[in-house]
């Protein structure tokens, strides 16, 4: 029942047959298709009468005599329908306009016509069965400029009506007489009363001045009893709604200050929050230290359990054992006289370790030891290289590498420099 295009622009546009409905509804609508239909403002109603009350709502109408003239010249001539055309030419193609009105003096003729949309009564697309109007706003056809500008100002639009379908025929009082009249005048009288097209009859009618005036009061006195009743329930209304805003405002204020309670409550918290992360922080930030100490002791001790240390690496190289040797040797007597032994000992020992090693990484390459450089305690280890066990030891070999050139007087001299 309700469509996207009522939401988009709040509005609900009751479309009465032949009331210029498709220039409007393709303005209000901003389309050119046709969306509406000849939907009642009673089936909105009972379909969700809240929504529709929520909704400006309007419809237009047209003077009955004019109205009927453009609904006959449309489905005679004029309707690119082709279920229009087929209707026309059944029920209205061979009579001329004041032959067809005589004919709806005949009961089951005027009921076939007015079964038609374009005929029916338009009190029932805007009225509810008491004939009460449902929509806000009714326009008049005879005003639709002016009227239609009045719906935009209301929408807070400004666009401008265009008209499609436009009737071709002459002023439809060409098309009357006195008792063609009064057949329309009867057969549409709740249009005419309803609308105020009755307003019009004494352009029709002899009707005496008195006549006139009592039917003008008592429509006055009817649309005051409308505005009375209106102005009350308007007013039950506005009481309702006040009643309803100081309920909210009074439960608005209640959630206000749960919400200042809440957020008082919360900005402790977040407090309390940002502490405890901070603490958190702090403390992963400990244990991602300490961890990587432990990692770092962990990968120390890996690796050195399994290629032990650069220091004993250093240690374990025959400069350094020869030069330890001599040193430890040389605080003795005794040690003098066997250094010589002891010293052949030791690099007959580190020539046949030294064997032992490669054979080892020949069967398998995994075994062989990283470069000093690679171990964790290699800038502690190079040290032991400026050491005097280091130093003596390194001459030792290099004098015994070039001995035929007297490397061993070169030792002698080195020894003498130390001692200086």
Request: with cysteine.
């Amino acid at each position: 029942m309700f469509k996207d295009f009522h939401d988009k622009y709040k509005c609900i546009f009751i479309h009465v047959p032949k009331v210029a409905g498709s220039s409007i509804e393709r303005v209000i609508y901003q389309t050119d298709k046709w969306l509406v239909g000849h939907v009642k403002a009673s089936d909105y109603t009972k379909f969700d009468k809240d929504k529709f009350d929520s909704y400006f709502s309007f419809g237009f109408v047209r003077n009955p005599y004019d109205r009927v003239v453009s609904a006959y010249h449309y489905l005679k001539n004029d309707s690119p329908d082709p279920c229009d055309i087929k209707w026309g030419r059944l029920h209205i193609n061979n009579l001329t306009f004041e032959e067809f009105i005589l004919s709806l003096q005949d009961e089951e003729f005027k009921e076939e016509i007015l079964s038609k949309n374009h005929f029916s009564f338009q009190y029932k697309y805007l009225c509810d069965k008491n004939m009460n109007i449902l929509v806000n706003f009714i326009g008049k056809f005879e005003k639709l400029d002016n009227d239609f500008k009045k719906i935009l100002n209301i929408l807070r639009r400004k666009d401008s009506l265009v008209h499609i379908n436009k009737s071709k025929h002459l002023n439809y009082r060409d098309y009357y007489n006195s008792q063609t009249y009064k057949i329309i005048r009867e057969i549409y009288r709740d249009d005419f009363e309803i609308f105020d097209y009755d307003l019009e009859d004494k352009k029709y009618f002899n009707i005496p001045q008195n006549i006139y005036l009592n039917n003008l009061e008592s429509k006055i006195l009817i649309k005051n009893i409308n505005l009375d009743s209106l102005r009350l329930k308007k007013s039950f209304q506005i009481q309702n709604l006040n009643q309803t805003i100081e309920t909210k405002n009074k439960t608005i204020q209640e959630n206000l200050s749960q919400i200042n309670n809440l957020n008082q409550t919360i900005e402790t918290k977040n407090k309390t929050i940002q502490e405890n992360l901070s603490q958190i922080n702090n403390l992963n930030q400990t244990i991602e230290t300490k961890n990587k100490t432990i990692q770092n002791k962990d990968d120390l001790l890996n690796f050195q359990a399994q290629y032990g240390t650069a220091k004993s690496r250093i240690q374990n190289q025959l400069s350094y054992k020869l030069g330890q040797t001599m040193i430890v040797n040389s605080k003795s007597f005794l040690g003098c006289l066997l250094m010589p032994v002891i010293l052949l000992g030791i690099v007959i020992s580190h020539k046949q370790e030294q064997k032992i090693y490669k054979q080892k990484i020949e069967k398998d390459p995994s075994l062989k030891l990283p470069s000093l450089e690679q171990y964790p305690d290699y800038r502690e280890a190079i040290k032991l290289k400026n050491h005097l066990s280091y130093k003596l030891g390194k001459e030792l070999v290099k004098a015994n590498k070039i001995w035929y050139k007297g490397g061993y007087f070169q030792f002698l001299y080195f020894i003498k420099k130390l001692k200086v």
